[in-house]
């Protein structure tokens, strides 16, 4: 199947930093990816959806000055957490709309875990 | 509003069935979708239902049924590995995935 990645796999950061993240889909060509966030003991929450070559389209409630979205590529989408504070601590997984075929599948990275001290 | 519902957490024996379902109410219907996310890791993709019915992969089958906004995951044979959480989610009418907060299934020996 697909294969999506993602960088770094956990990272540690102090409050007020940046942090990015990638999303690559490695054999594939992905013109739709999803950033999600999922906290403890709960289920995932899709914080926007981003198309190649466009702005991301953000879920209500989910701040598009923090949490900055960037598809250049048919194959990358980059999260960055702009001045990060520790309530950003979360898990956070990309995933990406898979070639044209018999469903829309969505492949997911394997996640990046975030934590802001 | 858009809404799955399906139970918080399941136990089951070893070798055992267990069946988990999954109600939605939704803006459109374009999919229904089972994951399985052990803790810590990404959701890994198990079925997809379109059609009324249904489909069986091995020890895992799903079915839809899109007149009760229904479908279940059934699971047979159980093995301690198949602890972990099950996410239910339907692609609405936008093909944007609409999620279930995810049954957690503990297996015991």
């Known amino acids: 199947g697909a294969v999506v990645s993602q960088h770094p796999s956990w990272v540690i950061c102090k409050s007020g930093t940046s942090v990015k993240i990638e999303c690559r889909s490695l054999?594939?060509?992905?013109?739709?990816m999803f950033w999600y966030r999922q906290f403890p003991k709960q289920s995932l929450m899709l914080m926007a959806t981003s198309n190649e070559g466009s702005k991301a389209t953000y879920e209500q409630g989910v701040e598009k000055d923090k949490f900055l979205i960037n598809h250049a590529s048919l194959t990358l989408s980059t999260l960055t957490v702009t001045s990060a504070h520790p309530e950003d601590s979360s898990f956070y997984i990309c995933s990406a709309r898979g070639p044209a075929g018999d469903y829309n599948e969505q492949f997911f990275g394997p996640g990046t875990r975030l934590t802001v001290l | 509003g858009q809404n799955i519902d399906q139970p918080t957490e399941m136990t089951a024996t070893e070798g055992a069935i267990v069946q988990i379902n999954c109600t939605y109410q939704?803006?459109?219907?374009?999919?229904l979708f089972w994951y399985q996310q052990h803790a810590g890791e990404a959701p890994t993709f198990l079925s997809y239902n379109v059609l009324d019915g249904l489909e069986e992969k091995g020890r895992f089958s799903s079915f839809l049924s899109r007149s009760k906004g229904y479908s279940y995951l059934l699971l047979k044979e159980l093995q301690m590995k198949d602890s972990a959480s099950y996410l239910c989610?339907?692609?609405?009418?936008?093909?944007?995935?609409?999620w279930g907060a995810g049954t957690k299934l503990i297996i015991k020996p």
């Open positions: 939704t803006s459109g219907f374009n999919g």
């Open positions: 989610a339907v692609l609405d009418s936008n093909y944007q995935l609409i």
């Open positions: 054999d594939f060509q992905a013109t739709t």
